[in-house]
């Protein structure tokens, strides 16, 4: 999933559970890339800390802010500041996991779950709308 804000899932798509997260990330950049237009930052954890991984960030003008992981011989330059702003992220993952179908995955056919998925990320989308109008 890539994500705006809290609130805002940009692309959404459903791998095996023994499936890395890291050989997605070319395609669920570019197609967050072809929805909202340029992208300057891509936040992600140390999974996602590979060379190949970040010069294919370089190399479409987006700033990969990873972490290096502690292995790393020739470690990438960091900025801790804008890395704070992962937990934007994390915090629309615990909003989805309150609902207990997808925290659970019950659905066992991939268009059911993503179906399950976006019907939730709708009601966490409606549900912040509304609170910023009412405030």
């Not at 959404?12 to 997260?21: E, I, K, L, N, T």
Request: aromatic share 6%; glycine share 6%.
């Amino acid at each position: 999933m890539t994500a705006a804000d809290e609130d805002t899932a940009l692309t959404v798509d459903v791998v095996p559970g023994q499936a890395h997260d890291a050989p997605h990330l070319h395609r669920m950049v570019d197609a967050t890339a072809a929805r909202v237009g340029a992208i300057d930052e891509a936040v992600a954890d140390k999974g996602f800390d590979g060379d190949r991984l970040r010069s294919g960030r370089i190399d479409r003008d987006v700033c990969p802010v990873i972490p290096n992981k502690r292995n790393r011989a020739d470690p990438w330059p960091f900025d801790p500041e804008a890395y704070r702003q992962r937990n934007m992220v994390e915090r629309l993952f615990a909003k989805l996991k309150e609902f207990r179908r997808v925290a659970t995955r019950y659905d066992k056919l991939k268009a059911t779950f993503l179906g399950m998925i976006h019907l939730a990320l709708g009601f966490i989308r409606v549900r912040a709308t509304t609170n910023v109008n009412t405030a």
